[in-house]
């Protein structure tokens, strides 16, 4: 009898978990994204976003993250130098959530061929933190990096920087333009003044 007892709660305890997963789902709509561009050291570069949806009948946080496979010939990018908008989101039923995806090369990165999984994958909250479900759905990347100097990634770095963050770097860039033109002048006219008072001395 007691056999039968725990037998039962068995089956129901699994049933109940395959219930769980099974109203939960996940999916992209871009399979592969294959950036054709050779990327430069240091520069930021914004990639075709991807969209999430909810496959499944129950609402869910979802989140979004680099994942890549085990002993790949390609090279594994970090996961820093991807800036997901946003990272983690909440979707009902059947809708979608486009994420964009931002990609900042380091100065010093490696040049060669990279591979990651941008994998999309349902969150549950669990006190005051978060676990992921077993189930994802992934978009796989694949960009090359071309060789490089430092001084070429700083250049690059900086030439990113200035297009990313515009127009804010050119108005400081014209303020300091501005202060220096203003100095400059003054020192001119000061320079004029005594020359002036030189000449009606003589």
Aim: hydrophobic share 45%; net charge positive; aromatic share 10%.
């Amino acid at each position: 009898m007691t056999k039968k007892i725990i037998f039962l709660l068995l089956v129901l305890m699994v049933f109940s978990t395959s219930k769980v997963f099974a109203d939960l789902g996940v999916g992209v709509g871009v399979g592969k994204i294959q950036v054709d561009q050779q990327l430069k050291q240091g520069q930021i570069y914004n990639l075709p976003a991807i969209t999430v949806l909810n496959t499944g009948d129950q609402p869910s946080d979802y989140r979004v993250l680099i994942e890549h496979q085990e002993k790949q010939p390609q090279l594994i990018p970090e996961e820093s130098w991807f800036i997901f908008s946003p990272k983690t989101f909440h979707l009902e039923p059947k809708r979608v959530q486009t994420v964009r995806i931002t990609l900042n090369l380091p100065v010093k990165t490696v040049p060669g061929e990279y591979f990651a999984y941008l994998e999309a994958q349902p969150v549950k909250k669990i006190g005051n933190g978060q676990t992921s479900v077993n189930i994802a759905a992934a978009t796989k990347l694949y960009f090359t990096v071309v060789p490089g100097s430092l001084i070429e990634g700083i250049y690059y770095k900086a030439l990113s920087l200035w297009s990313a963050f515009a127009p804010i770097p050119q108005i400081i860039a014209g303020i300091i333009i501005l202060i220096f033109l203003f100095f400059l002048g003054k020192r001119f006219i000061k320079l004029e003044i005594k020359m002036s008072k030189k000449s009606e001395r003589n």
